[in-house]
């Protein structure tokens, strides 16, 4: 099926492991606008979840999603779907693969930068993802001019750029000598206040104001403190995962022959179920050496 359906950046890589190395960018392109050209290569900017958690089951198998049918729970096929926009409730219009591939973005390897605007204008409500656009090739001079003016002058460059048939919109902005794009969510993807209920303003007593100006004053930093952006509950979660390991505490293990079975059928190494299997291993090894340790002692 045609990859360019939806309109998000939640398909765009998104970063790996601490310590993952960045050797190659995912894609690579122009800036280009009036004759201007700058080639970069795009990074993500940040990395997934490390503490994202797998539905297995109590032998330690990981699930799978499948589809079911809701009236009848009858399972499909791949070969069964087909996708379809819904115009009412349980009225669909279909529309199939070569229609969507018509409606396809022309391929090109360009950022197109449509308009500057300044950076404050642009609402923190449609940032989506943020990549880092790095130079390529040996001549860099275009891209720390264009860093720099936009940098100076605090400007951001709304653009688009076309990858894996799919158009994604983004701004590019530039911080200390780097630039720096950042997906958008499209205007009708955001809600307004009016929408959700929210009331209008109303006239705060001067008591109230100067109160609440006191608080704020009060718990003002002159610049923001990384520590208060750590996620909290993660690193709980991750010790208390460690130390389960350690112990070898509530471990399941995949049974050997269920490996090698989801090993042949896997077109591409994941390096994080290797790295589980490398734990498993690990903890397989030291119970090991502790029976036979145990029957020694017994002998």
């Not at 539905?55 to 699930?63: E, I, K, N």
């Not at 275009?142 to 799919?166: H, Q």
């Not at 959700?196 to 109160?211: E, M, N, Q, S, T």
Request: no cysteine.
């Amino acid at each position: 099926m045609p990859e360019h359906i939806g309109r998000t950046a939640s398909d765009l890589p998104d970063g790996g492991d601490e310590g993952e190395s960045y050797g190659r960018p995912f894609w690579t392109g122009t800036v280009s606008f009036g004759l201007v050209n700058v080639p970069v290569g795009l990074f993500p900017a940040s990395r997934s979840n490390p503490t994202a958690l797998r539905m297995v089951s109590q032998g330690g198998t990981p699930l799978h999603r499948r589809f079911y049918t809701a009236r009848d729970d009858r399972e499909l096929s791949r070969d069964d779907i087909v996708r379809g926009y819904e115009v009412e409730k349980d009225r669909f219009v279909v529309l199939d693969d070569d229609e969507l591939e018509r409606l396809a973005p022309e391929k090109t390897g360009d950022v197109d930068l449509r308009v500057f605007v300044k950076r404050s204008e642009i609402d923190p409500m449609y940032f989506e993802r943020g990549y880092y656009l790095v130079p390529v090739g040996a001549n860099t001079k275009a891209y720390r001019l264009l860093a720099r003016v936009m940098e100076d002058m605090e400007l951001a460059g709304i653009a688009t750029f076309v990858m894996r048939g799919k158009e994604y919109l983004v701004a590019i902005m530039a911080e200390n000598g780097i630039l720096r794009a950042e997906t958008l969510r499209f205007a009708d993807e955001l809600r307004t206040p009016e929408r959700i209920g929210l009331p209008k303003p109303a006239r705060v007593p001067d008591a109230d104001l100067k109160r609440v100006e006191r608080e704020i004053a009060r718990l003002t930093e002159s610049e923001l403190d990384e520590n208060e952006l750590v996620d909290h509950p993660a690193v709980k979660l991750l010790d208390l995962v460690e130390k389960k390991l350690k112990k070898d505490k509530d471990v399941l293990e995949l049974p050997e022959e269920q490996e090698e079975e989801e090993a042949t059928g896997a077109d591409v190494i994941d390096l994080r179920k290797a790295l589980e299997r490398s734990l498993r291993k690990g903890a397989a090894a030291k119970r090991s050496t502790r029976r036979k340790r145990s029957t020694a002692k017994r002998g």
